[in-house]
């Protein structure tokens, strides 16, 4: 008998000393393979609580090297918005760079400081939503271990270290044991109150990679509602890295 409880305690220790924590968790989805390069053709589309809908077709490029990982998103139609490119670089020592070229006022802005808390092309992604999340600017808490749509995932809080890494309180992610996709963030204001919800309807895995296919971010204080789709993907075709300039942003 007593052998068999020392057998549990050892069990319960190893098991635990073998689990991940929330940090590690962090790092994995940091890290996780997206490929040398990728081409997606797109749409977004706007919803209000009303009904109204808008629909914008782009494309997204991405592309990784030992020093940052870039994404190219250029919007196609409609008319009002098309020709609006978005330009995120984050450098592998957790600095970012935003700039977004607006063909209306034929000039390139840089996204910094508290802009980065305003909404991206006036849908439920704010810019700060755009960027990779170094993880050493946050803390990050594993809370549980939870099924979602089928899928075992990892539940883990994350917590801004400073105010100006982030607009929200916390936000808390279910991220999948099988590729560390975040699948569902809820996400909280500075009161704690929930106030945004991030998920992903289809996802699944394209040349190696998992790729998420259909996403939505809801405003569930202005019943508003944002949705990305991804028609196409194509991993690893040797993009131009030339295209990922601030230059090439104003030439199409």
């Not at 790092?27 to 209000?48: C, F, H, T």
């Not at 946050?138 to 890494?165: A, D, F, N, S």
Request: include cysteine; proline fraction near 4%.
């Amino acid at each position: 008998m007593r052998k068999t409880i020392v057998f549990i305690i050892f069990w319960l220790m190893a098991n635990k000393a073998l689990a991940l924590t929330g940090e590690e968790i962090a790092w994995k989805v940091y890290n996780r393979p997206q490929g040398k390069d990728s081409q997606a053709e797109s749409v977004m589309i706007l919803k209000k609580a009303r009904g109204r809908e808008k629909t914008r077709k782009m494309k997204i490029f991405t592309r990784e090297d030992k020093k940052a990982r870039y994404t190219l998103m250029r919007f196609l139609s409609p008319r009002d918005i098309a020709g609006t490119a978005f330009l995120s670089i984050s450098y592998h020592n957790g600095k970012e760079e935003q700039f977004l070229y607006l063909p209306a006022l034929k000039r390139t802005r840089r996204i910094a400081g508290s802009f980065k808390f305003h909404r991206f092309v006036n849908s439920e992604f704010l810019y700060e939503d755009l960027d990779r999340r170094y993880p050493p600017k946050y803390r990050h808490e594993l809370l549980r271990e939870e099924i979602l749509q089928g899928t075992p995932c990892y539940v883990v809080k994350t917590t801004p270290k400073k105010k100006k890494y982030s607009s929200y309180g916390y936000w808390v992610q279910w991220i999948t044991k099988d590729g560390y996709l975040p699948i569902r963030i809820d996400i909280y204001d500075r009161k704690g109150k929930l106030f945004k919800r991030f998920s992903a309807q289809k996802w699944e895995k394209i040349q190696g990679y998992w790729t998420i296919l259909e996403s939505q971010m809801e405003n569930l204080k202005k019943k508003r509602l944002t949705i990305i789709k991804i028609n196409k993907i194509v991993y690893d075709q040797g993009i131009d890295p030339k295209i990922f300039t601030k230059r090439r942003l104003e030439r199409w």
